[in-house]
C-alpha cells in the first residue's frame, strides 16, 4: 500500500466472523481509539458490521453489535476478523461482502484466521499475506496461488493481512504513522506499556513442535539445553553427553530436522536473544555481549552483522526516544474528547 493510501485512512470496519478472537478484535480497534484520544481529534473512526447486522459471538463467549454491511457506506479499509473453526464460521454471505467491497476498490485486510475468508473469496490470489502459524501449512495446500509468509502481518498493494494475539497491535500502529507521525506512535504504545513496536519484517516465533512435530523428543532436549544456556553455552561435546547422544548423532540429528549444524542453531539462538535485549531493554552493548555467551563485543558485532544486516549500534538507534512531557495533549492545554465510533 502506497504511503499517501495509508495516511488517507480514516474509516475503518471490521467484519467480526463468528468465534472470533477478542484480543486480535480488540488490539486493532484500540490504536484508533488512542490515537483519537491523544491527539485530541477525531482522527479515525470505525465501524463493526457483519452480511446482515446483529449481534456476533467471539470465541470467548462475549458478543459484539454489528450494523448490515450493506449500509456502512465504503469505508477505506475493511478489516475480517476470524477466529476459531474459520471454515464454518465462513458464510457465502460473508464472502459475498466481501467481493462487493472489492469491487468498490475499498483495501481489505485480515486480523487473525480472517485471512482465511479472504483467500476463500478469491481476493488473495497472486498476493502475500500473513495467517497464524497453527493455519499456515494447510492454508498453503488449499490456496497454492497464495503466498503465506512468516511474518506477523503483510502489507500487499491493497491488502492488509495479520496474525492473531497482540500482532494487530504492531499492525495497526505502522498503519496509522503515515498520518500521525512517529513521535505519536511512541506515545500510544507507551500507554499500552509496549516498548518495542514490530514492524513488517518481524516473523511469527513458530514453535518448533508445530513445523517439526513432536516425535523427536531427543531435538526438543538439546534445543532446551542451548535455550537455558545463552551466557555460558555447553560445548558441542557437552550437548551430545547431556543429552546421551554422540557428538555424530547430535550433527546428524540438526541437519535432517533444522538443515544447519548444531553450533549454527545455538547462534541463531544467541543472536535472537540479543536482538530482543537491544530493543526491549538499556542494557550496554558490552553488557548484552557478556549476556549472550559472546567473548568480545568484536566477534558479537560481527556475527551480528552477518545474521540481521545492521551492527548492534545501528539496532539500537532504531528505538525512537520517547515523548517529552511538553508534548503531551495535557502539557499544550489541549481538552482530549472521547472518540468518535461510528457503529
Given amino acids: 500500500m502506497l504511503p499517501d493510501r495509508t495516511a488517507s485512512l480514516a474509516h475503518f470496519a471490521f467484519m467480526p466472523l463468528p468465534d472470533f478472537t477478542m484480543i486480535a478484535f480488540t488490539n486493532a480497534i484500540e490504536v484508533l ?129 495479520c496474525t492473531g494475539g497482540v500482532a494487530p497491535l504492531d499492525m495497526m500502529l505502522h498503519l496509522i504513522t503515515a498520518r500521525v507521525g512517529t513521535a505519536r506512535v511512541t506515545q500510544i504504545a507507551e500507554q499500552f506499556v509496549v516498548e518495542h513496536v514490530r514492524d513488517t519484517s518481524a516473523q511469527q516465533r513458530m514453535p518448533l513442535v508445530a513445523r517439526l512435530g513432536s516425535a523427536n523428543k531427543s531435538l526438543f532436549e538439546v534445543i532446551s539445553l542451548m535455550e537455558n544456556n545463552i551466557e555460558e553455552p555447553l560445548s558441542r561435546e557437552e550437548l551430545a553427553r547431556l543429552a546421551n547422544m554422540s557428538q555424530r548423532q547430535l550433527q546428524r540429528l540438526f541437519h535432517e530436522h533444522l538443515g544447519m549444524t548444531p553450533t549454527h542453531y545455538y547462534l541463531t539462538l544467541r543472536l535472537r536473544r540479543a536482538r530482543e535485549l537491544l530493543l526491549q531493554t538499556d542494557m550496554s552493548i558490552m553488557q548484552i555481549t557478556m549476556a549472550c555467551g559472546f567473548q568480545s563485543a568484536c566477534h558479537f558485532s560481527k556475527s551480528y552483522r552477518d545474521a540481521f544486516g545492521s551492527a548492534p549500534t545501528g539496532e539500537r538507534r532504531k528505538r525512537v526516544a520517547p515523548l517529552s512531557g511538553l508534548d503531551s495533549p495535557a502539557a499544550a492545554g489541549v481538552v482530549v474528547p472521547a472518540p468518535v465510533v461510528h457503529v
Fill in 33 to 161: 481509539r488512542m490515537a483519537n484520544y491523544l491527539s485530541g481529534q477525531p482522527l479515525y473512526r470505525w465501524s463493526i458490521i457483519s452480511p446482515e447486522g446483529g449481534p456476533v459471538a467471539s470465541s470467548n463467549g462475549l458478543s459484539i453489535d454489528t450494523g448490515p454491511a450493506e449500509c456502512v457506506g465504503r469505508p477505506d479499509i475493511v478489516f475480517v476478523c476470524g477466529g476459531i473453526d474459520v471454515q464454518r464460521a465462513t458464510t457465502p454471505a460473508h464472502l459475498a461482502a466481501l467481493r462487493r467491497f472489492a469491487r468498490m476498490g475499498v483495501a481489505l485486510g485480515s486480523l487473525c484466521t480472517g485471512t482465511y475468508a479472504l483467500a476463500k473469496s478469491g481476493l488473495l490470489a497472486g498476493y502475500a499475506c500473513a495467517i497464524h502459524w497453527e493455519n499456515m501449512s494447510a492454508l498453503k495446500e488449499e490456496f497454492p496461488s497464495t503466498r503465506f509468509l512468516k511474518e506477523l502481518f503483510v502489507i500487499d498493494r491493497d491488502r492488509v493481512t
